[in-house]
C-alpha cells in the first residue's frame, strides 16, 4: 500500500471509529491488508487501538 492509500485509508478508518459497531476491526483488517499482506483480526484491533491513539482522537 503505498502512502496516500494508507493516509485514506486511515481516515476511512477514523470515519468508522467515530461511529462504532461489531465489526470496526473486521473494516480495518479489509482497508488495510491485501492478499500479499492479510492482517489477523488481533493485528486489526491492535491497528484500531493505535489509530484512536495518533490519527483518531476523540
Request: hydrophobic letters at 30%.
Given at each position: 500500500m503505498d502512502?496516500?492509500?494508507?493516509?485514506?485509508?486511515?481516515?476511512?478508518?477514523?470515519?468508522?471509529?467515530?461511529?462504532?459497531n461489531d465489526k470496526i476491526d473486521w473494516l480495518v483488517v479489509q482497508r488495510f491488508g491485501n492478499d500479499a499482506h492479510p492482517l489477523t483480526d488481533a493485528q486489526?484491533?491492535?491497528?484500531?487501538?493505535?489509530?484512536?491513539?495518533t490519527m483518531c482522537p476523540k
Open positions: 502512502e496516500q492509500k494508507a493516509i485514506d485509508a486511515g481516515r476511512n478508518q477514523c470515519s468508522s471509529l467515530a461511529k462504532p486489526g484491533k491492535a491497528l484500531n487501538a493505535t489509530l484512536r491513539k
